[in-house]
């Protein structure tokens, strides 16, 4: 444990070297999040019937989803990992007298967390003090913000989780594009990304709720806004746990099945 | 102009060793934006329209701006990626050759897997063509055609400025993705649904909205008064490449190697 918790502190500081790029990335989803809500203000202006989650709520999470871009994005990945996978230097990685999979997932964590400190910051700040159709609001109570921080965070440990399956993938296809695409795609559009889940039509969200990316951005979302109500989002954060048992059981499974595989081409 | 051509077959020969990959890459860009257009499908299957406009007259927007920036992403991909000349110092072997530097940076690198990309955007415009109830006339043909080439003149305009930059910072800037993939994201609707003060800059500053909105009115004969106004705005827009082209030229005369 306390070699993952190094390796976590060391990614974790070298992430903040990259302070300049964080504060682009910044500007970048500031100006993505302004676009979505100025889309979704035009739709709403002339529902039909009431849309089954509020504006104000939808703004809410628009947000957080920019602030903490970083815990959904499967796209932000470790080239070093695929490099280590395709070149061969793996061999060194087995090597270490630790377990690969805990090694690479605190390495992950550690750069999901330490980007994430570096960009949410500047937007949950400037977005609180935006004019008030826009502004983000503080959590409706101190229980549901208790409930958002907990499910947030099972939803970086399950995100980290199901990334970890990207890279196992690599060692059968050696070539990450392709399983970085599905991966990506799908996940964009099951965590919320590209709609938010409780617009899409009834058949998608049965599919979203079973799929576990939802589980990672969507639901501790709607847990701040209060869409989802207290007692329901206990329930939600056991299941976030059941998944990552799950996940993690089946990646370790699946991460020394391919180890037994693996062939190192010299180089 | 033949250097040019000649840079695009050796590309495009070269691309074409890793077949495979190739296809792979294509089908990816393929599916990228079908989920963004199936994320429009379904927020107009539950909201009907946006500020008076309808889903197909929407998806013609989303058609024409996403063919656009694939079109200028698979070849003005030298600019979009110029910081990595700039950085490993190939950018002195330009300026040597007796060709301008435009041509040469252009043909620097090209990225034909984008065909997915607008292979999708080509069937979403066929669709969207295919249920608007549009009177064709050449006018309206040739105003359609000519969105799609200004919409390729701005995207190229946009990634030339932003290859500018780097003269002065050497590493590329992320903050230009907020003009071209955030241009694009925008662009994707009708230009009136958003603010005034954002329609007018991306009117008079970077001229998206005469690559959609005010051509599009035109097509779908929403206009008041003088037609040649709309028609005419995309060629206006496509003058937007040409401050672009001095400054780039400003930029080059200020270029000092890396070194390395």
């Given at each position: ?26 500007a ?16 709403y ?11 104000k ?32 230097n793996i ?20 750069q ?16 609180y ?53 599905v ?22 969200q ?60 010299g180089? | ?7 695009l077959?050796?590309?495009f ?22 989920s ?26 989303f ?9 200028s ?14 950085i490993?110092?190939d ?7 007796p ?13 034909f ?25 050449i ?13 390729v ?25 907020i003009?071209?993939?955030?241009g694009?994201?925008m ?25 959609n ?9 929403k ?12 060629a206006?827009?496509?003058l ?21």
């Amino acid at each position: 444990m306390k070699v993952y918790l190094s390796v976590l502190k060391l990614r974790l500081s070298m992430g903040m070297q990259y302070r300049t790029a964080a504060l682009a990335g910044v500007a970048t989803q500031f100006f993505w999040g302004f676009i979505m809500i100025m889309v979704f203000e035009a739709f709403y202006e002339h529902a039909s019937s009431t849309p089954p989650i509020s504006l104000k709520e939808l703004i809410q999470y628009i947000w957080l989803q920019q602030a903490f871009l970083v815990f959904v994005m499967m796209w932000f990945r470790d080239n070093e990992l695929f490099d280590l996978i395709t070149s061969g230097n793996i061999s060194y990685e087995l090597c270490r007298p630790n377990g690969l999979y805990g090694f690479w997932y605190a390495k992950l964590l550690a750069q999901r967390l330490s980007s994430a400190i570096l960009r949410c910051f500047p937007i949950l700040i400037i977005a609180y003090f935006l004019p008030d159709p826009y502004n983000l609001e503080l959590p409706h109570s101190n229980t549901a913000f208790l409930l958002f921080v907990s499910a947030l965070l099972l939803g970086l440990l399950l995100l980290v989780s199901i990334s970890m399956f990207l890279y196992i993938s690599v060692f059968v296809t050696l070539s990450p594009m392709g399983s970085l695409l599905v991966f990506g795609v799908l996940s964009e559009f099951f965590a919320g990304l590209i709609i938010p889940v409780p617009l899409m039509p009834d058949w998608l969200q049965q599919i979203a709720n079973v799929l576990p990316f939802r589980w990672t951005a969507d639901f501790p979302f709607r847990v701040y806004s209060g869409h989802i109500p207290e007692h329901e989002a206990a329930i939600g954060i056991l299941v976030q746990l059941s998944y990552l048992i799950v996940l993690i059981w089946l990646g370790r499974k699946a991460l020394n099945g391919v180890l037994k595989k693996v062939v190192v081409q010299g180089g | 102009m033949s250097v040019y051509f000649k840079y695009l077959l050796i590309h495009f020969k070269s691309q074409m060793q890793y077949r495979t990959s190739f296809w792979l890459l294509s089908l990816g860009q393929f599916f990228i934006p079908f989920s963004v257009f199936a994320g429009l499908y379904f927020l107009f299957e539950r909201f009907g329209q946006i500020k008076g406009w309808g889903f197909f007259e929407v998806a013609l927007c989303f058609a024409v701006i996403h063919m656009a920036f694939s079109i200028s992403e698979c070849f003005a991909r030298g600019f979009d990626s110029f910081s990595d000349l700039i950085i490993k110092g190939d950018f002195d072997r330009v300026l040597v050759r007796p060709r301008s530097t435009f041509v040469q940076v252009l043909g620097s690198k090209f990225e034909f897997t984008r065909a997915g990309r607008l292979l999708q955007s080509v069937m979403v415009l066929i669709w969207a063509l295919s249920s608007l109830p549009i009177e064709w006339t050449i006018t309206k043909i040739a105003t359609l055609v000519l969105m799609m080439t200004s919409g390729v003149f701005i995207f190229t305009g946009i990634y030339m400025l932003a290859a500018t930059m780097c003269f002065w910072t050497v590493q590329g800037l992320e903050v230009a993705n907020i003009f071209t993939d955030g241009g694009r994201e925008m662009a994707q609707y009708p230009l009136n649904i958003y603010h005034k003060w954002v329609a007018r800059f991306f009117t008079y500053v970077i001229p998206f909205g005469t690559v959609n909105y005010l051509p599009l009115q035109y097509i779908l004969g929403k206009t008041q008064g003088s037609d040649l106004m709309y028609m005419v705005t995309p060629a206006l827009g496509s003058l937007f490449i040409l401050p672009c082209f001095f400054v780039w030229q400003f930029g080059v005369r200020h270029y000092r190697s890396t070194g390395s």
